[in-house]
């Protein structure tokens, strides 16, 4: 009997260090494949710890990169997730609470051709017309998500100038992608979509848009170009 309980007790500690240790590093791939595959950009998470006794997961430094556009998209140092740890492994996992904390947006624009393009709208036109959906078949229902501490950044190589702006905090209800969730590429194209009419204001009121309308375009247009002699003749020598 004793020999039996010693077994029982060596199993159910190796499965638990098992699922610790390498179960964390399996989700933390499923998850950056899934949400990249769903927003269309490379995104990394450098760390995830999950506790499947309490229900608690943690992540650090986590990363969406852009696309058209060098740099990140946004940055989220910290996310702490309240979850039903066995939904992980079922087809609907049960989210109570997510808070995101100390978020760093970039919205780069660039001038070229005489058109002005950001990569807010092209995130935006991805998550509408595009087919951005998740390689998982998994559904899922975040109960109540806080974002805290948000701050955006507007960055213009072309333009030469950057600006960091404060965002209010957000907060979501039910939303995911099941039947009765708000859906969540909705609730993102409706929060970029804001953003980038609250950055206009921004810079409007911060007299930005001046400096902007007082640049000499032609000089911006001769300092691509040159940028990109530079570049052929470092490839052709």
Do not use: H, P
């Not at 240790?21 to 950056?32: A, H, T, V």
């Not at 430094?61 to 702490?80: Q, S």
Request: charged share 30%; aromatic share 10%; proline share 0%.
């Amino acid at each position: 009997m004793k020999k039996f309980l010693s077994i029982i007790t060596i199993f159910t500690l190796s499965f638990y260090i098992l699922v610790e240790f390498i179960g964390d590093r399996l989700i933390k791939n499923i998850l950056e494949d899934n949400i990249s595959s769903s927003l269309n950009r490379e995104v990394s998470i450098k760390k995830l710890s999950i506790d499947y006794l309490s229900g608690e997961a943690r992540a650090n430094n986590i990363k969406i990169l852009n696309k058209k556009f060098d740099g990140n998209l946004a940055e989220v140092d910290f996310v702490k997730v309240n979850l039903d740890t066995f939904s992980i492994f079922s087809n609907d996992i049960l989210i109570n609470d997510v808070q995101l904390n100390n978020i760093n947006l970039n919205y780069y624009f660039k001038f070229s051709d005489r058109i002005t393009s950001d990569n807010l709208r092209n995130l935006q036109q991805d998550l509408e017309f595009k087919n951005t959906d998740s390689q998982s078949s998994k559904y899922f229902n975040i109960k109540n998500l806080d974002a805290k501490n948000i701050n955006l950044a507007v960055l213009s190589s072309d333009f030469d100038f950057e600006k960091t702006f404060t965002i209010n905090d957000m907060n979501f209800k039910d939303i995911g992608n099941t039947k009765d969730s708000k859906n969540y590429k909705d609730i993102l194209k409706k929060v970029f979509k804001d953003m980038v009419v609250d950055v206009r204001e921004k810079i409007m009121s911060n007299n930005l848009l001046d400096a902007v309308k007082n640049l000499d375009i032609k000089q911006i247009e001769d300092t691509v170009k040159d940028k990109l002699k530079n570049k052929l003749k470092g490839l052709i020598n």
